[in-house]
């Protein structure tokens, strides 16, 4: 099992920019696949997006394309979610996850260990 960590979340005006990080521990082959989802309350859990460990190929949701950007630094196994020209409806808990899987997955169901969450507000 790996563990998830993340940090960055925070109260951020429309137009601002928030760094997410998600630091992990434990077996590197389990974080093949790391990505970032998103829940408001009373929706369901969002794919934002996703990044390969062994060729960084990434992948995003239409809803962030050009405002987000993934990366990761394999020796510390940690990934990042840069994220910025933010807006009112990007407010949720943003959750990192992790697959030992080698593709993308956009569902939940792909990831198996998963952080606990941090909250991002974006006020208008």
């Known amino acids: 099992q790996v563990q998830l960590a993340e940090s960055g979340g925070g109260l951020v005006q429309a137009g601002g920019s928030l760094r997410l990080s998600c630091a992990a521990s434990g077996p590197t082959f389990r974080t093949n696949a790391m990505g970032w989802f998103r829940q408001a309350p009373g929706k369901e859990r969002d794919f934002v997006a996703g990044?390969?460990?062994?060729?960084?190929?990434?992948d995003y949701a239409d809803s962030v394309k050009g405002r987000f950007t993934i990366s990761r630094d394999n020796a510390k196994n940690t990934v990042y979610l840069q994220m910025n020209s933010l807006k009112p409806e990007d407010t949720a808990v943003y959750f990192c996850a992790a697959s030992l899987r080698l593709q993308l997955g956009v569902n939940p169901n792909d990831y198996a260990d998963w952080g606990q969450g941090t909250q991002v507000t974006v006020s208008s």
């Open positions: 990044i390969i460990r062994i060729n960084g190929r990434t």
